[in-house]
Structures are given as C-alpha cells and as structure tokens.
C-alpha cells in the first residue's frame, strides 16, 4: 500500500502547507513532517520580527552582537549582503530603517527543510509558505507538480499555472500587505508592479529577487529578464501581464480592476 501525506500548521504568521508524495511508512512520513514545522518554528523563534524577543528583533535594538547571535543570522545576514549586491541595492534588509531580513528568512527557510527532507528520503515533496513554493519529484501519476500563482486581483482564481519539478516558485506582490515593499533609494512605497513571480532552482534567492524587482518598479521588468537561470511573471499595476520566453504557461486573460 502507498502512501502520502498532507498538513498544515500556522508558522511564521501564515498557514504553510506540506505535501509528502513518497511511497514510505505513515509514521516516517508522519516524522518527516514533524522535523519540517520543527525547523520552521525555530526559524520563527530566531528571526520573527514580531516577537520582541528573537535574536534578530534584540539584534536589531542594538541589545546583542552579531556574534552573539545563533550562526544561522550570521548565515542570513552574509547572504542578503551578497544579495543587495547582486540586486544593486534594491534589496535592502535596513530599507524600511530598521533590520529586517523577512524577504529572504522565508524562502531560505523552506529551501533548507526540502533540502533536509531530501537527505532523509524524501524525493517528492511541495513545501508552500504563503505562495513560496519549493517542489520536489512528482506527485504520483505525474511528471510535475502543478503550482497555481495566484491572480492580483480575484483570490480564488490564478494567474498562471507552471509545471514544475526541483523548482523554487516565489512571489512578492502588493495584493495582499498592500505597499509595504519600499524602494531604498527613494523610500518611497513600490507601487508600478502589483505581483511578481520568479522560478528558479534555490527558493530564498528567488524570493529576494521577486522583492528587488517589485522595489525596482517597472525597471525591474528588464532586470529579470536578465536574470541568469530564472523565468519570471510579472503583473503590472495598470494590469498589463508579462513573462520571460523561457517560462511555458498560458495564462488567462488578466482584467485590472
């Protein structure tokens, strides 16, 4: 008998869900999970802006070092330091005056739980953490997992569907926290894009680069397409649907509000 399994849990502010798709034991698949969400919970207790508490919000108010700090800031903090150059500068962790890593805490953090499923026997899997997505394998009787982006203006309906495999999927947008992305040369609210979505192989790289783009406005449009080993989908305010030539889907007809 196969198996598989699904579950959801409330981390990090959101619902993140976990499709398990391997042909293993209930109660290894039922561990296999368990490991997940215990990883991102201590990922939330470490870099939660929102907890008074966390490493990176007493790093923040200047109350510990960074060397005093678990090696996992550390390891964030050199990474969005190399991602602010990669990005020229537009992502920026202190753009909004004060530390905040959040666009590239998430995606990191998924990325490392697939990677650690995979070392524990997991080839199939799809770990979602509000819309950054990273899959794995295949669900059974497919060759692909289908990722629906989610459509800027209608909730229940998509944008785009992808097909995908050992895929990273992440999308920043203004839909939702409305316009709470800040260009850092300007500080002033990003407001030309209204959802950006990049594909790429690591999913904390391409979750900071959709949050680039989106600070970017309009430019950020060319800048993706640019971008080395990733496709890209963007929306603009004005309603205007585009992608780069590499990323096959057909989407529907977008109708701005």
């Known amino acids: 008998m196969t198996h598989s399994l699904v579950r959801v849990e409330h981390v990090m502010g959101m619902a993140i869900s976990l499709d398990l798709d391997d042909d293993l034991p209930v109660h290894e698949l039922e561990r296999l999970a368990d490991g997940v969400f215990g990883w991102l919970r201590q990922v939330d207790e470490i870099f939660s802006t929102y907890q008074a508490e966390s490493e990176i919000s007493r790093l923040a108010r200047g109350e510990i070092r960074r060397e005093q700090c678990s090696?996992?800031?550390?390891?964030?903090?050199?990474?969005?330091?190399?991602?602010?150059?990669?990005?020229?500068?537009?992502?920026?962790?202190?753009?909004?005056?004060?530390?905040?890593?959040?666009?590239?805490?998430?995606?990191?953090?998924?990325?490392?739980?697939?990677?650690?499923?995979?070392?524990?026997?997991?080839?199939?899997?799809?770990?979602?953490?509000?819309?950054?997505?990273?899959?794995?394998g295949a669900p059974r009787g497919r060759e692909r997992w289908r990722v629906g982006v989610r459509h800027p203006w209608e909730p229940l309906a998509v944008a785009w569907v992808l097909e995908v495999t050992d895929t990273a999927v992440a999308t920043s947008g203004t839909y939702e926290r409305g316009l709470h992305v800040l260009n850092p040369f300007t500080g002033a609210p990003a407001s030309e894009l209204r959802s950006v979505t990049v594909v790429g192989p690591e999913l904390g790289t391409a979750d900071a680069y959709a949050t680039a783009a989106l600070a970017m406005g309009l430019p950020g449009i060319d800048w993706l397409a640019a971008l080395a080993g990733h496709e890209s989908a963007v929306v603009t305010e004005d309603g205007r649907a585009l992608r780069s030539k590499g990323l096959h889907v057909a989407p529907p007809r977008l109708t701005a509000p």
Do not use: M
């Open 71 to 136: 090696p996992l800031v550390g390891e964030v903090l050199d990474r969005c330091a190399e991602l602010w150059d990669e990005t020229d500068g537009y992502f920026d962790v202190s753009a909004g005056g004060v530390l905040d890593p959040s666009g590239y805490v998430k995606g990191w953090a998924v990325q490392r739980a697939c990677d650690r499923l995979l070392e524990e026997g997991s080839a199939n899997h799809c770990l979602n953490a509000g819309g950054d997505i990273f899959v794995r």
